[in-house]
């Protein structure tokens, strides 16, 4: 892995390895990062989960399916 | 009408040439004490301009300055997988990491409109980067300003079922004055082109 260091006062330009502190830290954001993604797609996968009930209890009252479009809007 | 030439101090000259075919026109000159305009009434002034290649993460320093309050990234790059772009604010070459980074992410894909929010988390997100071209434009507002939070606003078009559009908001919960920051790709590397450039006061 390479970290591109820009130092715009000077112009100079500095490729090298992460520092141990720097690596350390990518390790511990990847694991943050895990977690978030997680969490959202569980959210999302309730959310379609409550869409699509209310959905149904919608075309049990009688609507058709682009009526039911116009009250819920887009997926 | 002949040429004119400006004479620098020591050697060398820059000529001023007219066209082949004069128009009507008239340049007028200052007089008395007056003085021509300078870069400072240029609205954007360019402090970076840097390609990189398969990079981990491109770290920024000493491009937020007192210079100016606000500034504007713009990043072409492609990912070498479908990614986020975080972001993180530096001060004397080092990283902040603190969990006091905030960000609200808007976006739109075909008829589908979604939202997220993190907050405190250790690093912001400024966009999203794929294994197509991605086009970003990033605003930052006062870094450099130790009295104020840094706040930016972000949107980025990638090629995400064609194209798709994601819009960040940041805002960095500490008022500290950064002269950097760092950006990076949630895995894996990015390919391109980062501009930095001031906004006039």
Redesign the interface.
């Known amino acids: 892995m390479n970290v591109l260091e820009i130092n715009a006062a000077t112009g100079e330009v500095i490729e090298r390895d992460f520092t141990v502190e720097e690596l350390a830290q990518r390790e511990l954001d990847a694991a943050a990062e895990a977690e978030r993604v997680a969490a959202a797609e569980q959210a999302e996968a309730e959310r379609v989960a409550a869409r699509e009930s209310a959905m149904l209890k919608l075309a049990a009252l009688g609507l058709n399916e682009s009526e039911v479009a116009a009250i819920v809007g887009g997926v | 009408m002949g040429n004119i030439r400006l004479y620098g101090s020591t050697s060398g000259y820059t000529e001023l040439a007219p066209p082949a075919v004069a128009p009507d026109g008239v340049l007028s000159l200052p007089t008395g004490t007056g003085t021509l305009a300078t870069q400072a009434s240029v609205g954007l002034v360019k402090?970076?301009d840097?390609s990189?290649t398969?990079?981990?993460?491109?770290?920024?320093?000493?491009?937020f300055t007192s210079d100016y309050k606000n500034y504007c990234m713009v990043i072409d790059c492609v990912a070498s997988a479908d990614v986020?772009i975080?972001f993180r604010l530096r001060a004397s070459?080092t990283?902040r990491?603190g969990a006091n980074y905030n960000y609200q992410r808007l976006y739109a894909d075909g008829?589908?409109?979604g939202a997220?929010r993190?907050s405190s988390?250790?690093?912001g997100r400024i966009g999203v980067a794929f294994t197509a071209q991605n086009g970003l434009v990033c605003h930052v507002f006062n870094p450099f300003d130790s009295a104020l939070n840094t706040s930016t606003v972000s949107q980025v078009s990638y090629a995400y079922n064609n194209i798709s559009l994601e819009s960040f908001a940041n805002r960095y919960a500490v008022n500290d004055s950064n002269d950097?920051f760092t950006i990076?790709p949630?895995?894996g590397?990015i390919t391109g082109t980062l501009r930095?450039y001031g906004y006039q006061n």
């Open positions: 402090i970076v840097q990189f398969a990079a981990s993460s491109v770290s920024v320093n000493n491009c986020g975080s070459g990283d990491t008829t589908t409109v997220t993190v988390g250790t690093t950097g990076y949630s895995s590397n930095v």
